[in-house]
């Protein structure tokens, strides 16, 4: 199942409002991430990303773009994802469409694009209201520090919030489908790439 949209990240490296894509980044297709529902990884590793990409069948992966079905491996690159066990680097796939050749970076939901903080903490930071929640959250986790609490609060009421409450969503699991759908972007994404869908419930 996919919910299918087109953008271009090198045109704005932010968006202020996550809505529809404007003429000209619709002209742009190579960045369409393809993001996986997985509904149950919370804390990612390397050997659970690897075992998402294992679950699914490239051959039979409908291109975002395109439509057609038909993928193929054609690079990796690395991303910092920070957990309770140290910063590490993440190997990301990234696949091309037999057909059209464009390429689409395979992420997982437990993600959020461009930022090194799980989808997990940083909903974890943006429901944390007290001083007592915001020190759980450094024990829980001692590679995050103050700066990336901010960053993530900040953004959440400068770009999401307004946009969640309009359409009566709540930070809840599930968030991840919804945005979306509703605006083709993965929760708390703030630059402009847009993003499609695949649902993927077995992870090995």
Request: some cysteine; overall charge positive; aromatic content about 10%.
């Amino acid at each position: 199942m996919y919910y299918c949209f087109s953008g271009d990240e090198k045109k704005s490296r932010t968006c202020k409002r996550p809505g529809k894509a404007s003429d000209s980044a619709r002209s742009f297709l190579n960045d369409i991430m393809i993001i996986i529902i997985t509904r149950t990884v919370k804390r990612l590793t390397q050997i659970l990303y690897d075992k998402i990409i294992d679950a699914l069948d490239l051959y039979q992966l409908e291109c975002p773009c395109c439509g057609h079905s038909g993928c193929t491996v054609h690079a990796y690159y690395e991303r910092i994802v920070k957990s309770p066990t140290g910063s590490f680097k993440l190997l990301v796939l990234r696949v091309k469409c037999s057909a059209c050749g464009k390429t689409h970076a395979i992420l997982p939901d437990s993600i959020v694009p461009y930022s090194s903080v799980s989808m997990e903490d940083t909903v974890e930071i943006i429901l944390a209201d007290t001083p007592e929640m915001v020190n759980s959250i450094f024990w829980d986790n001692p590679s995050l520090n103050l700066s990336d609490i901010r960053r993530i609060q900040r953004n959440f009421k400068i770009f999401w919030k307004e946009r969640l409450e309009s359409f009566r969503l709540e930070v809840l699991p599930g968030l991840s489908e919804h945005c979306i759908q509703l605006f083709r972007r993965q929760f708390m994404q703030i630059r402009c790439t847009l993003c499609g869908s695949f649902i993927c419930d077995h992870t090995g």
